[in-house]
């Protein structure tokens, strides 16, 4: 099964989402304990296996695999969710940052502030429709319904653009830290990608 997915094979990929999907998500279910966000997650970790397939172990048992890629994903998503949450609070709340926080060495709320300011560059190279999907939900915490409400679409298509949104803004975070503080540069590329 997983040689024919690696040539190609969509039917074959499509029959082990169909096979694990379940256990998957029980795994997901149980790090977030909300139901749509262990389906994002789910979404996620068949990305990452999809991606990673090349790379496992013929010998070893698939199932088993499967299940410690979905616990190391939704590992590291409650640590990126925690701390992108806290960074994004930081740093809308800058002026509350006065003398008072004292305890926060300057080190500390240095790189809470270049995160901050990687996050926003990120953000700003994904196409429109994919970055308000994704801080409507992510920074703004609205349901999957308040956003298919307030953009007239059906909430599959939401749900769709949260889920690439997500993938694209990792993506270009990783391609921010590959390429160094180059402010505007990333600038130019946001405006010659927000006029294409």
């Not at 939401?158 to 180059?182: C, D, F, W, Y």
């Amino acid at each position: 099964m997983i040689e024919r997915c690696l040539r190609g094979d969509q039917q074959a990929w499509e029959q082990i989402v169909r096979q694990y999907w379940r256990r998957v998500f029980n795994v997901a279910y149980k790090f977030v304990g909300r139901h749509d966000e262990a389906e994002d997650l789910t979404q996620d970790v068949f990305l990452k296996v999809f991606k990673s397939l090349a790379t496992f172990d013929r010998r070893a048992n698939f199932q088993t695999w499967l299940v410690s890629v979905s616990r190391n994903l939704c590992i590291d998503h409650y640590r990126s969710v925690r701390k992108e949450r806290e960074t994004i609070d930081r740093d809308v709340n800058a002026a509350d940052l006065s003398p008072h926080s004292v305890e926060v060495s300057a080190h500390v709320a240095l790189e809470r502030n270049d995160l901050a300011q990687e996050l926003r560059r990120a953000l700003q190279l994904l196409p429109e429709t994919l970055r308000t999907a994704v801080v409507m939900r992510d920074i703004q915490e609205l349901s999957y319904q308040e956003i298919a409400d307030r953009l007239h679409l059906p909430e599959g298509t939401v749900k769709s653009r949260i889920n690439r949104g997500r993938h694209e803004l990792a993506r270009q975070i990783t391609r921010l830290r590959e390429k160094g503080p180059s402010p505007h540069a990333d600038a130019g590329q946001a405006g010659r990608r927000s006029g294409a």
